[in-house]
């Protein structure tokens, strides 16, 4: 493992402060309990608060600010963040309308999140994301996970807490983003994480992990490697199956990098991902295409589709000022 | 169970996950994210720090606090459910002692329920509850029935054990592991796998001591 | 080599759609002759017109837009692009006073860009970029490398741009940002050309390219890996060592990540940059952290600094709205 | 000099630079960015690609189309100074006729100069030009002494390997490698080695065919 660090314990704290520096006009540091919150708290509005394990950069920290969150608590890399990083973030941001938490759904952010909730002084409603369709849900799981998806709810619930809408508004929008997006991931390589200091997974030059997590947790299924146009039919095809998109929707479509895959190939997704999508019938309306909820050094992407509306379009489309997602403003 | 002992099981507990680390940590490299034994340790590492200011406070405090440091320490799904055992056994000590044999299983069982309900799990879903929920149970049937001390621990290791080894064939479905449908047969879960090496510390410390009776 | 990829002969032309589709409300693609240019003819402005070879991105095809190019020229990857590009280019975004070239100092980039100009029927000038201090400059050589800091030229240049300024002015502060700017990169691991298969150099677990090209160049020196502190020493001395600042100088830092460096790592980095900087006297009053000029598939990062003016962190501050730089806007 | 025989050059110079791809690419991979070999063959191809539609034309107007078309596809440092070559060979079999050997060294000289020029380079800088600039030397001093014609392209090919294997030992003072020092000694320049390769093809071609003269 070749990492630019220094001792593996002070990574977080060291990338933590890094980023809090560069950011210091958007974002404040808190160490001990460990969260990141706006520069500037918000009046009398829903206050977001996210978190989970760090290593998935810009999120949660980098989509802080106006337009999105107001909190976000990092934990170690791919380990959730602790309860009392939840209580201290919404002390420092609620603002008299209550806390609406934004959790992916995996076990450690659901208990650690719902802890932190049975503790929490205010008013309080949580969003669980659950977009990923690489896993078929069924009645023996805890459901889906959360990935790329986070993005948009954070977008769009964010945009919309600006405008004053009190919690449980703020909730059903946020179910809703869930429930009308799908995301499916595929890795050509593992990440590593520092303190493992070696590949969370083994794979060769002729193999891919179809449907894999972020967090290097296996897929569907190992599979040959094959051109990205095939690739690409097999992600939409999992999320089309999902979303049973009626022709003619509006969608957003994500390009999301995990992180060592360059921007060029990640446009050749996009393009391979557009053409089928539309073919098929639907309308491009937004597009995004980046490393925006990453997995350490895993080369690799997912795909996104969420089904647009009026409201949704309204909200994606308004005003965001975070270190990792700026418009408008 | 008085304090000295909890205090020298946080330090068998932190010698014997190091002494298993590979193990732990490949068997969530498999079928999870890769930091279980980290977690774990961190979380240990964070209790054998304690230990100073522990020392003179009654078991149930010190069990207490424990669980909460471990709340704030080690996150993951394993966070909150191994404090929820400290604060529910914390819990029971106080409220029904801790002395005996079968007050100390009520406390354990308490603890078994408490990760049962915050983590929505039961036997058979390929977690930590299947070395936990046996042992509890094993624990509460001998010490009802007033089995000599150290058979007693030995039965509960090899309970932990036997648990530990069930999940292999298991299809996981709580827990990171439960998106993965099939591939995890034939993987031990790595909760399951530092449970039992835990309580397989507790009981051999329990049955290196001298003047047994007295130390638990 | 696994790779997001169909044919390695229609890579380049599949992700250029793809961004162009992804960002059609700002750019326009052009292909036979490849270009890309903005959606909207600017009027009556100096044209910026940048471009080298691919697997740089978002450089420099995702800073077209207001504010910065008006058109780029994508060269096959690593590869320069050819003089046609450039007039093609030139005619589809001339709009009456002129045409600057903004280029890397590379021989291949320099001669096609030379060759164009000898052939463009519009008045035009050229701002070479040359702030790579990995090397030492010596009369033997062409000069010194373009690297990151031609994100901070196209930026500054391009909004000055914007107000009307002559020719001639935005040559001259090109140039002065060039001269006001250094960098210094570093590679643990390397880039892999599509075309070619393979990766450009074989490096091992133990070892760094101290000093290393945008195009997987050999550096200064093949070094053992060390903490990111003693990385970061290294790179901040050599750049010290060009820009001899004044303590008190206020600066622009930029951490740049060459495609494959987790954000966390690069935000490490800069935590480790600034602190030194600072301690040294310079007080950093802007800073970006990020992918802005990758090699492909390369881990590692480069450290930017420019010393900032009045005048530079105006037009530095100035809005801009391009697919991978946005802000104010 | 006449079409049939540019365009078999053409095809000459194809083969062989496909059969020492490796060598080529790993010479750029070693001290450049990796990619000469990929620009040359993209040339290359090109060039075959005209064929059909350059067969009729002079030699001057196939060397002036070739050299477009290498300027706009080749791109990278080699394109504009190999586009260089043919435009201003080009111009000199215009100007000063294609037929005798002497007009020919003129012309091949005049496309060197162009590249000295374009590149603002000359020899000792490690570069095409060390195979280049040698050869135009000696084939302009044979062609003037009137040496017999198979000798002449024995003393080219042996100066072009001699220019190939003297960039060996240098330091380079242009090109991406001019930024390495002397990490690029003990390396042969890729330019270097793709001129030696295709003035070799060239060279041999010409020594093959039977009625030399009339076909050059
Ligand atoms: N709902 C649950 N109930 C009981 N145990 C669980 C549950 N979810 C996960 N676990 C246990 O937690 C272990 C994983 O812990 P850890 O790796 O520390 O957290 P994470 O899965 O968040 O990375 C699993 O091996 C399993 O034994
Ligand atoms: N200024 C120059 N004059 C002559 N030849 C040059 C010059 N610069 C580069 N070259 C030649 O070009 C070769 C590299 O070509 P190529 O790899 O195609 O382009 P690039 O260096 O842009 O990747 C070098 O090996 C050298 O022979
Ligand atoms: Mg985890
Ligand atoms: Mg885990
Ligand atoms: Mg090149
Ligand atoms: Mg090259």
């Known amino acids: 493992m070749k990492k630019f660090i220094n001792h593996v314990d002070d990574f977080l704290a060291e990338s933590l402060s890094g980023f809090a520096a560069a950011h210091q006009d958007l974002v404040t540091l808190h160490f001990d309990p460990n969260f990141v919150c706006r520069a500037q708290k918000s009046v009398q509005k829903v206050a977001l608060i996210s978190g989970g394990g760090s290593g998935h950069e810009p999120l949660h920290t980098g989509y802080i600010g106006h337009g999105m969150l107001d909190a976000a608590c990092p934990g170690h890399v791919f380990t959730s963040p602790t309860p009392d990083q939840m209580l201290a973030a919404a002390e420092a941001v609620e603002s008299g309308k209550g806390i609406l938490f934004i959790v992916k759904n995996y076990a450690g952010d659901v208990m650690n999140f719902e802890m932190a909730a049975e503790m929490l002084p205010y008013e309080h409603a949580t969003v669980l994301i659950s977009d990923d369709v690489a896993v078929v849900n069924s009645t023996y799981t805890t459901g889906r996970r959360g990935v790329a998806g986070t993005l948009i709810v954070e977008k769009v619930v964010g945009s919309f807490a600006e405008t004053g809408a009190d919690l449980a508004t703020c909730k059903v929008l946020g179910d809703k983003v869930n429930s009308r997006t799908a995301s499916m991931g595929v890795a050509l390589t593992s990440c590593t994480v520092p303190a493992a200091g070696r590949p969370t997974f083994d794979i060769n030059e002729t193999e891919l992990e179809m449907g894999v997590g972020i967090h290097g947790e296996p897929g569907r299924r190992r599979e040959a490697m094959r051109s990205v146009d095939e690739i690409v039919a097999d992600l939409v095809a999992a999320i089309w199956h999902d979303l049973q998109p009626v022709a003619g929707s509006k969608i957003l479509l994500l390009i999301n990098g995990f992180g060592a895959t360059p921007l060029m190939e990640l446009y050749v997704i996009y393009n391979a991902a557009a053409k089928l999508l539309q073919q098929h019938g639907l309308i491009i309306s937004r597009s995004l295409v980046g490393n925006y909820i990453t997995a350490l050094d895993m080369a690799g992407a997912s795909i996104t589709v969420c089904l647009l509306d009026d409201e949704i379009l309204q909200y994606w489309d308004a005003p965001v000022h975070t270190p990792a997602l700026r418009w408008g403003k | ?216």
Chains 1, 3 share one sequence.
């Not at chain 2, 036997?123 to 150290?150: R, S, Y």
């Open chain 2, 1 to 216: 169970m008085n304090t000295e002992f909890i205090l020298k099981a946080a330090q068998a507990v932190n010698a014997a996950i190091l002494t298993h680390e590979a193990e732990i940590e490949s068997l969530d490299r498999e079928i999870g994210d890769g930091d279980h034994f980290i977690n774990i340790k961190r979380g240990s590492a964070v209790v054998i720090g304690l230990q100073d200011e522990l020392a003179g406070l009654t078991p149930d405090v010190v069990l207490q606090r424990i669980g909460m440091k471990l709340l704030s320490t080690i996150g993951g799904a394993s966070g909150p459910l191994i404090a929820s055992f400290f604060i529910a056994m914390a819990k029971s000590v106080k409220e029904h002692g801790g002395e005996t044999l079968t007050e100390i299983a009520v406390a354990f069982t308490a603890g078994v329920d408490a990760i049962k309900s915050r983590g929505k799990a039961d036997i058979g879903e390929k977690t930590m509850l299947d070395v936990l929920i046996p042992v509890a149970g094993k624990f509460t049937a001998l010490a009802g029935q007033g089995a000599d001390f150290a058979s007693l621990l030995q039965a509960l290791k090899q309970e932990a054990s036997l648990g530990m080894q069930s999940t292999k064939v298991m299809i996981a479905s709580k827990g990171r592991a439960a998106q993965l449908g099939e591939r995890v047969i034939g993987h031990i879960d790595p909760g399951a796998k530092s449970s039992q090496v835990m309580i397989t510390a507790v009981c051999d410390l329990a049955l290196s001591l001298k003047q047994v009776r007295s130390l638990i």
